[in-house]
């Protein structure tokens, strides 16, 4: 090798040499910004495993968009009007039973109990509204358990599945009453308030709901529009129509436009059984304290 040769091999060594020392310099500090950056990765790594699991105890799987929970009162028209639409639009519902005073034995107002059970072998969810639709908020323990069995024993005797699901007359309650219903066995209880149910955030006995009526046709409109990201929306509805309390009714026609939208916008309306594939309710109840600072009425 020439002498020429041989120095330009050591400078370029040299060179090398000093690149390697800048570059280790730089490979520290980037290791060092690596390793910051790695702990503040890993620590929101950690804070997202923990709040997932924790939510992903509630919900059995994630909750899809578009979902809306349809809930009835127990007037003649839900077996004459409301069960033969829903069949229609292949739509499912939950209808709260009572006996409604002073008429319940009147079959032009309120249905009578063959055609409650007919309802529940169409595959619909039948729950309890206590036996008289009691405001509840100042029973005592008793009385209260008195109102939910009436309505146990008599779907017992009708065969009707046992209720479950529970709603609130006149969205009338109190800590004492929903603790009650609670220890009874209830799992999903509807409330009011016209907003929509978050199952990471609401307590199962407390569900809001709007109420629908010919009144507020925009209100429920816009209502189905917030059932997404998570989010549930839950509909009361008491008669189609409700001859017995005209101010709550929902006329036929504007029942079924309400159905057609929810179709023609693919939405998927279920019972509170049906939510049941979705949220883990006994995890709810374990997990989330009920609010009743809320506003609980609709
Ligand atoms: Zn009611």
């Known amino acids: 090798m020439s002498f020429t040769k041989l120095r330009r091999k050591s400078n370029s060594k040299l060179k090398d040499g000093n690149f390697q020392g800048i570059d280790i310099g730089t490979k520290f500090i980037n290791l060092a910004f690596n390793v910051q950056t790695m702990k503040k990765n890993l620590l929101f790594i950690i804070a997202m495993i923990i ?12 909750i899809p968009d578009k979902l809306v929970v349809m809930s009835f009162d127990a007037p003649a028209s839900q077996y004459s009007v ?6 229609k639009y292949g739509f499912d519902a939950i209808f709260f039973i009572c006996e409604f005073p002073p008429n319940f034995k009147d079959s032009s107002k309120y ?5 409650i059970k007919a309802l529940n072998d169409m595959g619909f969810e039948i729950a309890n509204h206590t036996h008289t639709h009691a ?3 100042h029973l005592s323990k008793e009385k209260l358990l008195e109102q939910l069995q009436y309505i146990e024993h008599k ?15 006149g969205y009338d309650l109190s800590p004492k009453a929903v603790q ?3 220890d009874d066995g209830y799992e999903f209880s509807r409330a009011g308030d016209s907003r929509v149910y978050d199952p990471l955030h609401d307590s199962p006995m407390l569900v809001p709901s709007w109420a629908m009526t010919d009144k507020n046709r925009d209100e429920i409109r816009s209502a189905f529009q917030e059932a997404k990201d998570g989010k549930i929306v839950v509909i009361t509805i ?8 005209p101010w709550v009714t929902t006329s036929p026609e504007l029942f079924e436009e309400h159905l057609k939208y929810l179709v023609d916008h693919h939405c998927k309306v279920i019972s509170f059984r049906d939510l049941k594939q979705y949220v883990d309710v ?14 609980l009425k609709n």
């Not at 249905?111 to 055609?115: A, P, S």
């Not at 005797?157 to 529970?166: A, E, Q, S």
């Not at 008491?238 to 309390?245: K, N, Q």
């Open 155 to 169: 779907c017992d005797l009708m065969g009707i599945t046992k209720p479950t699901d529970f709603a609130y007359p």
């Open 180 to 182: 009650i219903i609670e």
């Open 282 to 295: 006994q995890e709810a109840l374990k997990e989330i304290t009920p609010d009743f600072d809320k506003p």
């Open 135 to 137: 405001h509840i908020g």
């Open 51 to 62: 709040t997932f699991s924790a939510h992903s105890q509630i919900l059995k799987k994630q």
């Open 82 to 87: 409301v069960a033969p639409l829903l069949k």
């Open 111 to 115: 249905m009578n109990w063959w055609q």
């Open 238 to 245: 008491h008669g189609v129509p409700d001859i017995e309390h």
